[in-house]
């Protein structure tokens, strides 16, 4: 099979939360470890640091990948969903895994796939540790895809493990209290491996405390400690509710060498290192075009926020989401004085524009309906003014198709 036929069986034939939501979260790690084993366990053949959470945890995996990198070692780093290209999931260095690996993998793998009907998910994290293990990497930092507990990523024993922060997504299958949910992302704390908390939150705090000590891991909150003001490569005051967790993890990290240089110049550069993209993003000038890939309550407030401090005339602010959101409650996050562009990303779980309009007029957010991200980014481009701000976001997948 070509690249883009392999893709195309992986995505049709396998079962994908992002596009098929529920049906696709497994509920126990039996796949992952069989397909490990058949491997030959390649998790067991590199260093990492496991990193979870419900916003932050990206960028985080990011801005630790890239400070380590200027330190010189060989960083393997595995995120999820991409944007574009599935190979911006798997990265060693900034450099994306080649085509025709991918397409090696699928074919060489392709009967244990079948007879064990493997998630896309066990298929993608089993890539990820066999390249990684194979091109002999330092360390990997390993992005949870969804909770951690029952997480395809949750068969490593790494070095340290970081949880971001606790927030209400996915409460159909983590849970529908930040306690609950908290219970499934310290899933991944490991016994005698140090945990670190970016953020904390009483509801939460005792969660992970004790989840530590059944594990006798040390436990480390980010925010009982203080840290130097650096300068980040991604805009959006935002992320400095993560840098305290990145610092702390590198603190934390022990047998890798890790200079005050390293840390300013990988929290600066972190964007030529690892290629991240749509953490506020800036796409357009006059006007100004910012996209960004948050999609939950926690998330969609923080970069609305952000929003409020830009200067501007008219805001525009063109949206989508995919199905299984509470819109109701997202909607009450946003500003009555913008002009909305309700679309619906290109994905099984996009949600109706027309749903969307309905929802967010009834809170009183005035705008037209289009069938397509590009088609409503478009009529903004033609109605926004030189000083007038477009936002786009509310879901992966409506900044991959501006991206």
């Known amino acids: 099979m070509t690249y883009k036929e392999t893709l195309d069986w992986m995505f049709a034939q396998l079962p994908m939360y992002q596009n098929k939501g529920k049906s696709a979260f497994n509920s126990k790690l039996d796949g992952i470890t069989s397909f490990a084993e058949h491997l030959g366990a390649p998790q067991t053949k590199f260093k990492s640091i496991h990193v979870a959470g419900t916003n932050g945890k990206g960028s985080s995996s990011h801005l630790l990948a890239s400070v380590l990198q200027e330190a010189g070692y060989k960083v393997g780093l595995y995120t999820s969903p991409h944007l574009k290209d599935f190979r911006e999931r798997i990265r060693i260095n900034g450099k994306k895994i080649a085509k025709n690996q991918v397409v090696d993998f699928i074919a060489d793998n392709k009967p244990f796939f079948t007879a064990n009907k493997l998630s896309f998910f066990e298929m993608t994290v089993g890539m990820a540790f066999s390249y990684f293990a194979a091109q002999e990497i330092d360390i990997a930092i390993i992005e949870v895809g969804l909770g951690g507990r029952l997480d395809s990523t949750n068969i490593i024993i790494p070095e340290v493990s970081l949880i971001t922060n606790i927030g209400l997504d996915h409460t159909d299958m983590l849970g529908d209290t930040l ?22 939150n009483e509801e939460t705090a005792l969660v992970f405390k004790t989840v530590a000590q059944e594990n006798n891991s040390e436990i480390k909150f980010a925010e009982d400690s203080k840290y130097l003001d650096y300068e980040i490569g991604l805009l959006g005051s935002y992320q400095k509710k993560n840098i305290k967790g990145v610092l702390a993890t590198l603190s934390t990290l022990t047998g890798f060498k890790v200079t005050e240089n390293n840390i300013v110049k990988g929290l600066k550069h972190i964007v030529e290192n690892t290629q991240l993209m749509g953490r506020w993003q800036q796409i357009g000038l006059d006007p100004t075009i910012i996209c960004d890939t948050a999609h939950n309550k926690e998330g969609i407030s923080l970069v609305l926020d952000q929003v409020k401090k830009q200067k501007y005339k008219v805001l525009h602010i063109v949206v989508g989401f995919v199905k299984g959101k509470d819109i109701s409650e997202i909607s009450s996050l946003f500003p009555k004085d913008a002009t909305y562009y309700y679309c619906k990303p290109k994905n099984f779980r996009g949600l109706d524009e027309k749903d969307l309009e309905r929802v967010f007029s009834e809170r009183g957010l005035k705008g037209s309906v289009y069938n397509s991200v590009n088609k409503a980014l478009m009529a903004a481009k033609k109605r926004a003014k030189k000083n007038d701000f477009i936002y786009v976001g509310g879901s992966n997948f409506v900044v991959a198709e501006v991206l």
Request: net charge neutral.
């Open 179 to 200: 306690a609950k949910i908290a219970e499934e992302k310290a899933g991944i704390i490991k016994p005698n491996v140090p945990v670190v908390i970016s953020e904390f």
